[in-house]
């Protein structure tokens, strides 16, 4: 169950280390599952993030790492595709259910890449508000060892990744990932396909860097591109464009009522997620919840 961890916080009221919660969900029932997309590039799912995988004659280029129990399980996953070890891992950003493998795999020999801020806030106490979640700082070989500001390209297994920063979207430090040739964009949790997205607030992002980030892939994108999204099942263009009139009429309607003066309490009577809930709200975040998180989103913003 990829989101099985938020439940894990949503039953504990204090602060605490994400470590200690993690420490009580049981990883041994996970599977990886593994999906071609094209000649190269492969999704894995299993608990926490979704992965891209790029296997070929030059590397093996990972897209997130999950959790660090499940390691041994990628690494098997991936010997199933290549006799190679991980060469290169990327993260699209710094959230613990996609860099937790981050030490396993840098200490396998991995180069690990992200954006500025992935290395930043890995490297200190961090604190997920909405989550309530203390973060211990990483130990340097978890760390990304090359980073980047805008964006970063690999000539790899006969394809162009392009790696872009996405400005202030889930958090302040997204990246999302272009393979050229495969037509294939592994969006990171800027993208939550079916479920409604958490934004991390006191990670700067914003709904609106979001949205804009929506906006540039659906611009570079075709009917037949295969897209990976953070969370949820693997999507087309139509789904993608789905989930941008989703968070824009919502986020619209709320953002009118914040900038008005209601109060959260008056917001959710407006039910402003109603028609969207059947499709979007059976995910970890349900609509109250998203309305919340949304409306403290863009009250910050106002501030
Ligand atoms: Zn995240």
Redesign the pocket.
Known sequence: MKTHFFRIFAVCAAAHFAAAALAQQDFSKVEIQTEKLAETVYMMTGSG?NLGVSVGEDAVFVIDDQFAPLTPKIQAAIAKLTPKPVQFVLNT?W?F??TGGNENLGKAGAVIVAHENVRKRLSTEGFIEFLGMKTKPEPKVALPVATFTRGISFHLNGDELVVSHAPRA??DGDSIVRFGKSNVVHMG?IFFNKLYP?I?TSSGGTVEGVIAAVERVLQVTSERTRIIP?HGPLATRADLQAYRSMLATISGRIGEQVRAGRTLEQVAASRPTEEFDAVWGKGFLKPDKFVEMLYKNLQKRQQ
């Open positions: 993030g950003h959230h259910d996609h889930h958090t949790d958490f991390d953070g």
